[in-house]
């Protein structure tokens, strides 16, 4: 290039030197995570009548059923799930809702998928 | 006359009788029957009525006793499927690869695929599949179960020169080059021929990432291949899925509400400018220029926090369905893109001066990989690479969806045919996004943003078109009345454009590979499949030094 543009590269040197680092510390702080992220499902028992549509429109084969206290519950797995809310949008009675707890997969997600685990049922 | 009917009579003429069914299928869709061996004929006919005639794909469909094959052609303003029918036990039909080059990828791909014998074709090779693939086993045909194939076949290594033994002689060097290495960023394997610094010829092999995507969707419900399909890339999902909704609704008759068919264009924007930006920072550090790859990398963040705001994730935007749009747009967010965007239309501005101006980057793709627009048509390139070459082709314009119809827009072309042009039609294009984005947002209309659909699709066929951000983007989808797809068929834009790659990259540096390739924006996840051949009859494998040093001077 020609011509040096000084002025306008020292604005956004030194503006950057006193902005906050634009990575996060991930596992330390909180991850900042949008309202309309498709994070994992919850799940509400009580809405639940198990016509057991969900195991079968998933595309990614992600929901099982199992027998949980004499009823046929949904199991999700979310190792497989490819977060597409198919489960949620075609569930009749709203008994899978949506959530954005997305940003926390490395740490509740894992919690939440192994109180799901077959094994400790 | 309509654009239609001037192709049908076209054909008509030629054809005569052996046309056995003629009849407008859609709006700028045509679909004729011919007889078996008549197809050269018809194709013949509309490369001289229409001077831009290109193919788009070919599709094999087994129909239990016949194969099916649909040329499909776009003559400048309509979209022509010549259909014919083979015996199934005698699938032989002759190749159009010497009036038509651009189709001899897919008529490999049909070739080994569903077990289709083009006749005078120059290469018959396998494209997709390894090599050591069983013999007469056809992924594609009906009967055909994974347990026939068995996992057990001997895995051999790909050939490592090019040409026979006894032409490798003098200073040329055969070099290999992936499917793992440190430059890729996908598994692909190109095998070069050398002469010292210069590129002699080359021949890619892909297919290492093949999933078999086509044959999976069969087996999954039209809204559940939705998810599928949009996975077949993760750079141009929206486009995948676009296309498909699209293919689908035009199957089953089903009218998109205009506040989807705006949110669509929105997100495929979003999803067009993501990937322009993507490709500059690639292109940044392939020449090695660095910082415009940390800078364009940082620009295209802000892009995909947009889209994970409008549609739920940053990547998979899974924002299409069937019937419309997933989720409404808040007004909100729609004010945010607006603000974020004309920063971004800024910067590209910048860097549009910034790249015209630059001397390295200047030498680095001024005049390298030349593409003349003759030669873009005749290999039948799309997207970007055929519109840097001069040849004003958009899906977007020339066959409007969604919103595009309504929109006001000039496609952006330039005629240089260099990697430079290439680039610069993808920047011209992030400001032309801009405008598309901010126009759709404000002329966005009220109403329902998604329609009801049933999940059983009428019997029938369609075909849906797309300008991905890498050029026309192809669906064919077929339905026998159930809830499940009977044949579904991706043609992305990197397979009609890969056969471009040497021809413009013969005579160039070793150093200059990369900057090429990038020029062309390959996505071989997209495509999964490829490999070279001559097609055109008495072109010389073998060039002298002295000829490609004059050649790279541009003199005959
Ligand atoms: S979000 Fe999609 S993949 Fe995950 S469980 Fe639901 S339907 Fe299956």
């Known amino acids: 290039m020609g011509r040096v543009r000084l002025p306008r590269m020292a604005v956004e040197v030194v503006s950057s030197l006193f902005k906050k680092s634009s990575t996060r510390k991930y596992p330390f702080e909180k991850p900042i995570v949008p309202l ?86 | 006359m309509s654009a239609e009917e001037e192709a049908m009579e076209a054909i008509s003429k030629r054809l005569g009788e052996r046309a056995q069914e003629c009849r407008i299928a859609a709006p700028r869709r045509i679909c004729v029957l011919v007889r078996c061996g008549s197809h050269r004929d018809a194709i013949s006919a509309l490369l001289e009525r229409f001077e831009f005639t290109t193919i788009s794909t070919i599709t094999g469909v087994d129909l239990g006793e016949d194969i099916e094959l649909n040329y499909h052609l776009w003559c400048g303003r309509t979209e022509v499927t010549v259909k014919t029918r083979l015996p199934k036990i005698r699938p032989d039909v002759e190749t159009v690869t010497d009036i038509l080059p651009g189709a001899a990828l897919y008529e490999r791909e049909a070739f080994e695929l569903l077990g289709v014998r083009f006749l005078g074709h120059p290469g018959l090779k396998r494209l997709v599949l390894p090599d050591s693939w069983p013999e007469g086993q056809y992924p594609l045909r009906r009967d055909w179960k994974p347990e026939i194939a068995g996992l057990e076949f001997p895995q051999e290594a790909d050939s490592v020169a090019i040409g026979a033994e006894g032409e490798n002689r003098g200073s040329t060097v055969n070099v290999v080059f992936g499917p793992q290495h440190p430059a890729l960023h996908e598994p692909e394997r190109f095998l070069f021929k050398l002469d010292g610094e210069i590129v002699v010829d080359v021949e890619p092999r892909l297919g290492y990432a093949h999933r078999g995507i086509e044959k999976g969707a069969e087996k999954l419900m039209f809204f559940q291949a939705t998810h599928l399909i949009e996975r077949i890339c993760g750079i141009c999902n929206v486009a995948h899925a ?16 205009p506040r989807a068919s705006y949110l669509r264009t929105i997100v495929h924007e979003l999803n067009r400018l993501h990937s322009h930006l993507l490709l500059l920072g690639v292109a940044g550090m392939e020449i090695g220029f660095e910082t415009l790859f940390q800078y364009s990398w940082r620009d295209r963040e802000m892009v995909l926090d947009l889209t994970e705001k409008a549609t739920g994730n940053r990547i998979m935007a899974e924002y299409n369905a069937i019937g419309g749009v997933r989720r409404d747009l808040d007004p ?49 390139v799309v997207g970007p690479v055929a519109r840097g070459s001069g040849i004003k082709m958009d899906v977007r314009r020339h066959d409007p969806y969604a919103a595009y119809g309504e929109i006001p827009f000039e496609e952006v072309a330039y005629g240089e045919g260099d990697s430079w042009a290439r680039f610069m039609v993808r920047l011209d294009e992030i400001a032309q996004s801009v405008d598309i984005v901010n126009y759709a947002i ?32 192809v669906h064919y989808v077929k339905s026998d009345g159930t809830a499940y797809p009977q044949r579904v068929k991706v043609r992305s834009p ?63």
């Open chain 2, 242 to 257: 676009t296309c498909f909704c699209q293919a689908v609704e035009s199957l089953g008759g089903i009218e998109v509400p």
């Open chain 2, 494 to 556: 990197t397979l009609a454009n890969i056969m471009s790659f040497r021809e413009m990259i013969r005579g160039c540096y070793v150093a200059d590979i990369p900057a090429v390739l990038a020029s062309l924006d390959p996505c071989f996840s997209c495509t999964d499949r490829m490999a070279f051949l001559d097609v055109k009859s008495g072109m010389k494998w073998f060039w002298s030094l002295e000829e490609i040093k004059r050649r790279r001077l541009g003199k005959p």
């Open chain 2, 332 to 380: 909100i967010v729609g004010e945010e893109m607006k603000k974020v965007l004309s920063g971004i239309k800024r910067r590209a501005a910048f860097y549009k001066k910034l790249l015209g101006e630059d001397p390295t980057f200047g030498l680095r793709t001024r005049g390298i990989g030349v593409l003349k627009a003759a030669e873009a048509l005749r290999l039948s």
């Open chain 1, 36 to 121: 309309g992220s498709r994070g994992m499902q919850v799940f509400h028992s009580v809405m639940w009548h198990g016509c057991g549509l969900c195991p079968r429109d998933c595309p990614a084969g992600a929901i099982e059923m199992v027998e949980v206290s004499g009823k046929k519950m949904p199991l999700i797995r979310i190792d497989s799930c490819i977060f597409c809310y198919v489960c949620v949008e075609n569930c009749p009675r709203k008994a899978l809702t949506e959530s954005n707890l997305a940003g926390h997969r490395g740490q509740r997600g894992a919690r939440h998928q192994a109180r799901r685990e077959p094994s400790e049922r």
């Open chain 2, 442 to 473: 404000e002329k966005l209309p009220s109403g329902p943003y998604r329609a009801r659909v049933p999940r059983r699709v009428p019997e029938g066929e369609a075909l849906g078109r797309v300008e991905a951000p890498r050029g026309e983007l």
